[in-house]
T-cell receptor, first 116, second 113 residues
Framework: EAQVTQNPRYLITVTGKKLTVTCSQNMNHEYMSWYRQDPGLGLRQIYYSMNVEVTDKGDVPEGYKVSRKEKRNFPLILESPSPNQTSLYFC???????????????FGDGTRLSIL | GNSVTQMEGPVTLSEEAFLTINCTYTATGYPSLFWYVQYPGEGLQLLLKATKADDKGSNKGFEATYRKETTSFHLEKGSVQVSDSAVYFCALVNSGGYQKVTFGTGTKLQVIP
């Protein structure tokens, strides 16, 4: 089954304690992205990757890091989480450059982070 | 830059009512347009899409037509069901092979029996 898998689904942690949210896709997609969803703001892109070892900032990258060492994985790293990073996070993937038409995103089920 | 504007929610309808959720956009070039649906506790799922002007996307009784002259992509359904209760997001992707997605803020739909 084609899917994007995020872990964990829920996490409560404290300010300053480093955490990583994993994301894996099994569709051989080139493009992967992280979003955060906040009430009244919709989805805002944090970081994206167009292929292995190619990453770039989205609209709200402050306080986050990513890496793309393998095509299927795109972890989101919070080195020193703060309460304003409490949010619902989604990973998404799609075919990237070279596709004949702009492709829809495939989303994971989300990770709800609470930073106390 | 690109932007997507959706009507404010929540929208509350009775079962079998007609649904319209407005979406307008600002973009350079020739974007593709999408509607995504998010059911409670789940990620977003593609509902329908349109890739060029005058295209009509349709799925599960929902329709939306890509109107370049009014820069709109309104979502419609003739008869909603309780199971359609969800949050609906309008989105656009720039042309040119770079998958930068711009989302609207989402419209929550509640359908009551």
């Amino acid at each position: 089954e084609a899917q994007v898998t995020q872990n964990p689904r829920y996490l409560i942690t404290v300010t300053g304690k480093k955490l990583t949210v994993t994301c894996s896709q099994n569709m051989n997609h080139e493009y992967m992205s992280w979003y955060r969803q906040d009430p009244g703001l919709g989805l805002r892109q944090i970081y994206y990757s167009m292929n292995v070892e190619v990453t770039d900032k989205g609209d709200v990258p402050e306080g986050y890091k990513v890496s793309r060492k393998e095509k299927r994985n795109f972890p989101l790293i919070l080195e020193s989480p703060s309460p304003n990073q409490t949010s619902l996070y989604f990973c998404a993937s799609s075919h990237g450059q070279g596709a004949q038409e702009n492709q829809p995103q495939h989303f994971g089920d989300g990770t709800r982070l609470s930073i106390l | 830059g690109n932007s997507v504007t959706q009507m404010e929610g929540p929208v509350t309808l009775s079962e079998e009512a007609f649904l319209t959720i407005n979406c307008t956009y600002t973009a350079t070039g020739y974007p593709s347009l999408f509607w995504y649906v998010q059911y409670p506790g789940e990620g977003l799922q593609l509902l329908l899409k349109a890739t060029k002007a005058d295209d009509k996307g349709s799925n599960k009784g929902f329709e939306a037509t890509y109107r370049k002259e009014t820069t709109s992509f309104h979502l419609e359904k003739g008869s909603v069901q309780v199971s359609d209760s969800a949050v609906y997001f309008c989105a656009l992707v720039n042309s040119g092979g770079y998958q930068k997605v711009t989302f609207g803020t989402g419209t929550k739909l509640q359908v009551i029996p």
